[in-house]
Nanobody
Framework: QVQLVESGGGLVQAGGSLRLSCAAS????????MGWFRQAPGKERESVAA????????YYSDSVKGRFTISRDNARNMVYLQMNSLKPEDTAVYYC????????????????WGQGTQVTVSS
């Protein structure tokens, strides 16, 4: 029903910035709450940020609060994650995901997932 494709990952030095994009296909994108997740090798998938369907409510994990900003443009079927002041511990594969319910939600509740984009932060 909803296909998600992430882009914008890459290699960046500590303290730098990246902007991740998630392009969604589907008529009902504006009905979905969206989230960004990340997973580093040997670690569990963790929630990074989430945004309600209308964009009026956001959530951030403590580890990224103040550095990352999630936003969406429902007219363009896009979700973004602006990442500033990046740290080596931010290195992970970042995933965009959607859910047809209100926030908060656990990772297992998200139904639609993108393929992921690699973010590597060098020290």
């Amino acid at each position: 029903q909803v296909q998600l494709v992430e882009s914008g990952g890459g290699l960046v030095q500590a303290g730098g910035s990246l902007r991740l994009s998630c392009a969604a296909s589907g008529r009902t994108f504006s009905r979905y709450s969206m989230g960004w997740f990340r997973q580093a090798p040997g670690k569990e998938r963790e929630s990074v940020a989430a945004i309600s369907s209308g964009g009026d409510t956001t959530y951030y994990s403590d580890s990224v609060k103040g550095r990352f900003t999630i936003s969406r443009d429902n007219a363009r079927n896009m979700v973004y994650l602006q990442m500033n002041s990046l740290k080596p511990e931010d290195t992970a594969v970042y995933y965009c995901a959607g859910i047809r319910s209100s926030l908060p939600a656990s990772p297992n509740e998200y139904r639609y997932w993108g393929q992921g984009t690699q973010v590597t932060v060098s020290s």
